[in-house]
């Protein structure tokens, strides 16, 4: 089974910008699709962007608004988050997870690692 470790959060201002990293370990990383999702506070946890196995597929939240990009390195075992425009209202804790099913399936994901850190402040 895979297993996921995020690191790249932190507190950023209004309009900057972070790189969230993902390492898989553990398993046939280009078997999985992967995406990234977050949790706010006091609120459910929802999908952000996922990618296809192969890294050519992608597929975005509205609340995107083509602010983040989501990419993966097959040969690295690893995704990333570039995160640009940030607003405050993306404070959340941000997780990278992976689905044996198709990428834009969001329930499918059911490996997850334990969450970065995202605050932006106002």
């Known amino acids: 089974q895979v297993q996921l470790v995020e690191s790249g959060g932190g507190l950023v201002q209004a309009g900057g910008s972070l790189r969230l990293s993902c390492a898989a370990s553990?398993?046939?990383?280009?078997?999985?699709?992967m995406g990234w999702f977050r949790q706010a506070p006091g609120k459910e946890r929802e999908f952000a962007a996922t990618?296809?196995?192969?890294?050519?597929?992608?597929y975005y939240a509205d609340f995107v608004e083509g602010r983040f990009t989501i990419s993966r390195d097959n040969a690295k075992n690893a995704i990333y988050l570039q995160m640009n425009s940030l607003k405050p209202e993306d404070t959340a804790v941000y997780y990278c997870?992976?689905?044996?099913?198709?990428?834009?399936?969001?329930?499918?994901?059911?490996?997850w690692g334990q969450g970065t850190q995202v605050t932006v402040s106002s």
């Open positions: 997870a992976a689905s044996s099913g198709h990428y834009a399936s969001t329930g499918s994901y059911g490996r």
């Open positions: 553990g398993g046939t990383f280009r078997d999985y699709a």
């Open positions: 990618i296809s196995r192969s890294g050519i597929s992608t």
